[in-house]
């Protein structure tokens, strides 16, 4: 139904950017939201940002102003841009997609297959 595929994890030193990128790719769906969450270890998987299909943006307190949450809804992908990173951004970070089947007419949330994002002091 819906494929994800993420991409733009890595290493970067304290202060530094990354940008992650999700696309998803399927048949008879329609996206109603696309979002990035984050696992660190020994933590529970939390909101980074969320992006509906009209451009309304959620984002953490912990990353308001520093990261950014953006679409191409022409290639179904979904961005985040993470600028003035700090350590405590180390974490798997997880691209997240609702959307609704045409066909079937039912709303599902699909997962990526996470990207691991760590931030050196």
């Known amino acids: 139904q819906v494929q994800l595929v993420e991409s733009g994890g890595g290493l970067v030193q304290a202060g530094g950017s990354l940008r992650l990128s999700c696309a998803a790719s399927?048949?008879?769906?329609?996206?109603?939201?696309m979002g990035w969450y984050r696992q660190a270890p020994g933590n529970e998987r939390e909101l980074v940002a969320r992006?509906?299909?009209?451009?309304?943006?959620t984002y953490a307190d912990s990353v308001k102003g520093r990261f950014t949450i953006s679409r191409d809804n022409a290639k179904n992908t979904v961005y985040l841009q993470m600028n003035s990173l700090k350590p405590e951004d180390t974490a798997v970070y997880y691209c997240?997609?609702?959307?609704?089947?045409?066909?079937?007419?039912?709303?599902?949330?699909?997962w990526g297959q996470g990207t691991q994002v760590t931030v050196s002091s």
């Open positions: 997240n997609v609702v959307a609704w089947h045409k066909v079937l007419f039912t709303s599902h949330a699909y």
């Open positions: 399927g048949s008879s769906f329609s996206i109603d939201y």
């Open positions: 992006i509906t299909s009209g451009g309304t943006t």
